[in-house]
């Protein structure tokens, strides 16, 4: 008579982890700063958006 062949263990894969939004822009990858003028630098209230200097726009903080 054969042998009884026996069942193995399903292999299971090693559930990733989302990777942290970067804590600088919070996640969005742009960052707003107030534009400044003049020799003095005065600041005109005005602001502008850029990518992000930590996580260069990606918005995933680096490790």
Do not use: N, W, Y
């Amino acid at each position: 008579m054969v042998a009884r062949k026996t069942t193995t263990a399903r292999r299971t894969t090693k559930k990733t982890t989302a990777p942290a939004p970067c804590p600088t822009c919070g996640g969005t990858g742009e960052i707003t700063t107030e534009v400044r003028v003049g020799r003095g630098r005065r600041k005109t209230g005005h602001h502008q958006t850029g990518l992000c200097p930590d996580c260069f726009g990606s918005g995933l903080a680096s490790t």
